[in-house]
C-alpha cells in the first residue's frame, strides 16, 4: 500500500513552454503532497506544500507563479512549470502524507525535466 | 532556521559495518528520518526516530541524541546493493514539511 506515482518520468520540452507534472496517491488519500526539486548530487529542496481544496504554501525563494500547484482531490496534485528556462532542468519529486496523521511521507518516482 | 550536516561521501567494503552521521541545528524538532536513495530514484523510508536511542530494523539500525541533535544509521553486512546517498530529514512541530540534510554518497566495494 501508499504507492505514489508521477507522470510523467522524464519529459523533455522547448524553452519558453509550460510543463504540468501530475503526482497522485493511488491507494491512499493525501490532504497533504509536497514537491521537491532535485539538482544532479545535491539533496532534495522543498519547493511547496499542497493542501488539497485550498493554495500551496511555497518555501521562500520559489515563485509561485512561475510553479503553479493545484491540489484538486485527496488524489491529485499538480505542478506546472510555466515559461520552463534550461535553469529548470532538474528531477521533481512529489510526496504524499497519509490522512490519519502519520507521520511518513511516500515518495514518487521522480519527474526528469530537461528544458532546451 | 535549520542546518543538517551529512558527511559528503564514504566508502566501505562488502560485508563490513558502516555508520553514516548526521547533525542538526532545528527549532521545533519533532523526529528525524533516513532515507535511501539510489541514482534517479525517490528517496525509499528507512527509519524514523523521535525518542532518544536505537531503533533496529533488520540490518539497518537508526540512532538519536535529541540534546546532541546527533542521529546516525548504521549498515551492518553491507551489500553491493547498499550503494546509494543516504538522507536525514528533520521534522518540525510546525508546518508540514520535512528538511533534509545534503545526503550521504556511499559506494560499497567488493
Known amino acids: 500500500g501508499a504507492v505514489v506515482s508521477q507522470h510523467p518520468s522524464w519529459v523533455i520540452c522547448k524553452s519558453g513552454t509550460s510543463v504540468k507534472i501530475e503526482c497522485r496517491s493511488l491507494?491512499?488519500?493525501?490532504?497533504?503532497m509536497f514537491w521537491y526539486r532535485q539538482f544532479p548530487k545535491q539533496s532534495l529542496m522543498l519547493m511547496a506544500t499542497?493542501?488539497?481544496?485550498?493554495?500551496?504554501?511555497?518555501e521562500q525563494g520559489v515563485e509561485k507563479d512561475k510553479f503553479l500547484i493545484n491540489h484538486a482531490s485527496l488524489t491529485l496534485s499538480t505542478l506546472t512549470v510555466t515559461s520552463a528556462h534550461p535553469e529548470d532542468s532538474s528531477f521533481y519529486i512529489c510526496?504524499?502524507?497519509?490522512?490519519?496523521?502519520?507521520?511518513?511521507?511516500?515518495f514518487g518516482p521522480g519527474t526528469r525535466l530537461t528544458v532546451t | 532556521g535549520q542546518n543538517i550536516d551529512q558527511p559528503t561521501e564514504m566508502t566501505a567494503t562488502e560485508g563490513a559495518i558502516v555508520q553514516i552521521n548526521c547533525t542538526y541545528q532545528?527549532?521545533?524538532?519533532?523526529?528525524l528520518f533516513w532515507y535511501q536513495q539510489h541514482a534517479g530514484e525517490a528517496p525509499t523510508f528507512l527509519s524514523y526516530?523521535?525518542?532518544?536511542g536505537l531503533e533496529e530494523k533488520g540490518r539497518f539500525s537508526s540512532f538519536l541524541s535529541r540534546s546532541k541533535g546527533y542521529s546516525y544509521l548504521l549498515l551492518k553486512e553491507l551489500q553491493m546493493k547498499d550503494s546509494a546517498s543516504y538522507l536525514c530529514?528533520?521534522?518540525?512541530?510546525?508546518?508540514?514539511?520535512?528538511?533534509f540534510g545534503p545526503g550521504t554518497r556511499l559506494s560499497v566495494l567488493p
Open positions: 510526496s504524499a502524507r497519509l490522512t490519519s496523521g502519520s507521520y511518513e511521507q511516500y
Open positions: 491507494d491512499f488519500q493525501a490532504t497533504t
Open positions: 499542497s493542501n488539497e481544496g485550498s493554495k500551496a504554501t511555497y
Open positions: 532545528t527549532s521545533g524538532f519533532n523526529g
Open positions: 526516530n523521535v525518542l532518544d
Open positions: 530529514a528533520v521534522k518540525r512541530n510546525y508546518g508540514q514539511n520535512f528538511v
